[in-house]
Nanobody
Framework: QVQLVESGGGLVQAGGSLRLSCAAS?????????MGWFRQVPGKERECVAA????????YYADSVKGRFTISRDNAKNTVSLQMNTLKPDDAAVYYC??????????????????WGQGTQVTVSS
């Protein structure tokens, strides 16, 4: 059974930083699976903010977070992290970790991901 468990969300002032972590279990060959971080606010579609491929670990970032967010993975610990710096009120959302089981290639579309965490709330005060 695949489980993705996010942690690290919370309340932060604008300009501050947070680090989200996602612990994966039940994924065979975690290192070869593409992973993504998505976010969603009420009334809007879920959007990909960052993704990392399996294997060589190439990365993708949404334009809105480039230069501020960094995605990384630790294959020895089966974790993927999202370091978020210089946070803005617009970054406030529920953040989800997702696994693209069976593919090492990055995708930025939610439908391309098979497994999802329960989400962690990020609130940014102005």
């Amino acid at each position: 059974q695949v489980q993705l468990v996010e942690s690290g969300g919370g309340l932060v002032q604008a300009g501050g930083s947070l680090r989200l972590s996602c612990a994966a279990s039940g994924l065979r060959t975690f290192s070869s699976q593409a992973m993504g971080w998505f976010r969603q606010v009420p009334g809007k579609e879920r959007e990909c903010v960052a993704a990392i491929s399996g294997g060589e670990s190439s990365t993708y970032y949404a334009d809105s977070v480039k230069g501020r967010f960094t995605i990384s993975r630790d294959n020895a610990k089966n974790t993927v992290s999202l370091q978020m710096n210089t946070l803005k009120p617009d970054d406030a959302a529920v953040y989800y970790c997702a696994a693209r089981y069976g593919s090492r290639y990055i995708a930025a579309v939610p439908s391309q991901y098979n497994y999802w965490g329960q989400g962690t709330q990020v609130t940014v005060s102005s």
